[in-house]
């Protein structure tokens, strides 16, 4: 079985000092809850941002539905019964707000394997169906998520939710990992708008995506999420046009 990148983590050795004294101890835990109160402080948005951002969430997610999916799941779906066998949905428990687990919905694009839930998608991975790459490279195999959306387990906006065995592997590893869960994951992001899509090969790659989400955690407004819409939408809509040209070809 494949693993995920290997990342060697730098750790500082003590054993020459001599332990510190009770009170010191204390201390340094008090200025810990200190900081970590602070932290919470910045990050945490307006009640009136979270209700307005929940009701463009259901909004934006009914309209999709009725309009786009209502036509897009039958020829999706029958695309996938007749390239390969297996459910027209991959339902994986993926990590989402506070790091509550929850059933993330795509349309399936691999054949169905047994390391879809450890191991992540490559380029030209051989478990990936022939409408699998054009689902993937559109990502219309992502517009399942509206229905999460809906559900209140995402929001259009937001970090995107990794698989539990990734999540555990890289909070071990990165830096400030997990502040990211301190906002409903998203369909799409600040990451992604920065171009950090797709398979993540080295580390350096990894920690920009930690830098960019925790950089929308403390800018995160009404006008930021409408601009990455938009701007996600229009590299969406290029991705199926190419897409479609690669799959003439």
Known sequence: MEHPISFNVPVESNTSQKPQAKSSDIAEIREMFREMSQR??????????????????????????????SWLFPIVALLIKLTSKGPIFFIQKRTGY????????KFRTM??????????ATYNDK????????????????????FNVLLGD?????????MLYHTRYYATHIPYYNLRHEAQPGLTGMAQVKGYIGEINVERELRKRIQWDIYYLKNRSISLDINIILH???????KIFRSLIRSKE
Do not use: W
């Open 154 to 162: 995402m929001s259009i906006i937001g970090p995107r939710p990794h």
């Open 127 to 146: 478990r990936i169906s022939p409408i699998g790459k054009f689902l993937r490279r559109s990502h219309i195999d992502e517009t399942a998520q509206f």
């Open 232 to 238: 996600t939408a229009k590299a969406v809509v290029f």
């Open 111 to 120: 054949y169905v394997n047994d390391d879809a839930d450890t191991v992540q």
């Open 98 to 105: 506070k790091g509550v687990e929850f059933d993330c919905y």
């Open 40 to 69: 919470y402080m910045v990050y945490k948005p307006s009640p009136y941002y979270l209700g307005l951002k929940r009701v463009m969430d259901v909004a934006i997610s009914m309209i999709f539905i009725i309009l786009v999916m």
